[in-house]
C-alpha cells in the first residue's frame, strides 16, 4: 500500500484491490442469507472507513510507523470501556502507559506529531471497532465466505462511490491503465493474498476465538510490516524507533493479557 500510494489516491488501491478480491468470492454470495448480508454490510462500512484512514496516512508517513500506530487498534476496545464510566484494569493502566512511551519515543525520532499519525489513529479506531463486531457477528452468521464477500464488495462499492462523487468528470481511464499495469504485482497481491485470502482467514478465525485473542496475533503485525518495510522500501529505524515499537507492542498485549488459573492436579 505504501508503495502504491505514491500512484494511487487512498480511495483508488481501497476500490481496486477490493474490486478483484470481490469477483473472486462472488459466487459465495449465492450461499448467503439475510443475516449474512446485514453483517457483511456493517463490517464493510467499518473496513472502508479504516482503510481509507490508513492509506491517505501512509502517503505523509513511513509505513513502519503508520503500522505501529494502527496496532494500537487493540487498545481500542478496553478503552472505549473507560470512556464508558468502567474503571480500568491494571493491565489497562499498565498498556496504555506502556504505548504512551512508545508513542512518545518513536514521535521524539521521527518529528512531531503530523496529521499523518492523526489519520493512522483514526483508522485505528476503526479497525479496534470493526475487530470487536467482527467476533460478535461472525458467531451469528450463516455462511462465512459469502459474509466475507459481502463485506469485501461492500468496502468496493462504497469505494466507487467515493471516487463517482468526488473524482473531476472526465476520469482519465487511459492513466489509470497505465498505472494499473505498472502496478500489476503490488494490485494482485493486495486483491488476492491481502484481501481475499487474508479476510476470509480472518472472518473464520475470529468466529473460533474471542476479539482479545485475536487482538495478541495482530499486535505483531507493526513489527512484520517494520522487518517487510525495511526489505521492500529500504526504510530504516534507529535504537529509538525500534525500542518504542517494542513498547508499544508490550503495551498491546498487556491489554489484552488474561492469564488463566491452572486447575490444581489430581
Not at 111 to 135: P, R
Amino acid at each position: 500500500m505504501k508503495d502504491l500510494s505514491e500512484h494511487f489516491s487512498a480511495v483508488w488501491i481501497a476500490f481496486l484491490r477490493f474490486a478483484l478480491a470481490g469477483v473472486l468470492l462472488a459466487p459465495f454470495l449465492l450461499r448467503g442469507k439475510r443475516v449474512d448480508f446485514t453483517a457483511g454490510g456493517i463490517l464493510g462500512l467499518l473496513l472502508f472507513a479504516a482503510f481509507m484512514f490508513q492509506v491517505e496516512a501512509l502517503g505523509q508517513m513511513s509505513a513502519s510507523r503508520n503500522a505501529f500506530i494502527t496496532g494500537l487498534n487493540v487498545l481500542i476496545v478496553p478503552l472505549l470501556g473507560v470512556m464508558a464510566g468502567r474503571m480500568p484494569e491494571n493491565r489497562i493502566i499498565i498498556a496504555v502507559l506502556l504505548s504512551m512511551a512508545g508513542l512518545f519515543a518513536m514521535c521524539w525520532d521521527g518529528g512531531s506529531w503530523s496529521a499523518g499519525d492523526t489519520l493512522a489513529l483514526a483508522g485505528a479506531l476503526c479497525f479496534g471497532v470493526y475487530v470487536k463486531l467482527m467476533e460478535v457477528l461472525t458467531r451469528r452468521a450463516n455462511d462465512m465466505m459469502a459474509l466475507t464477500a459481502v463485506q469485501i464488495i461492500t468496502v468496493a462499492l462504497c469505494a466507487a462511490a467515493w471516487i463517482v462523487m468526488t473524482e473531476p468528470q472526465a476520469i482519465d481511464w487511459a492513466g489509470v491503465g497505465d498505472r494499473i499495469r505498472g502496478n500489476f504485482y503490488n494490485l494482485v497481491y493486495l486483491g488476492v493474498f491481502a484481501t481475499a485470502a487474508i479476510i476470509s482467514l480472518q472472518t473464520w478465525g475470529q468466529r473460533h476465538a474471542s476479539a482479545n485473542e485475536a487482538a495478541i496475533v495482530y499486535a505483531f503485525e507493526p513489527g512484520c510490516a517494520a522487518i517487510a518495510a525495511y526489505f521492500w522500501l529500504s526504510e530504516t529505524m534507529t535504537l529509538r524507533s525500534l525500542a518504542g515499537g517494542l513498547l508499544l507492542i508490550a503495551g498491546m498485549i498487556v491489554s489484552q493479557w488474561r492469564p488463566t488459573a491452572r486447575t490444581a492436579p489430581a
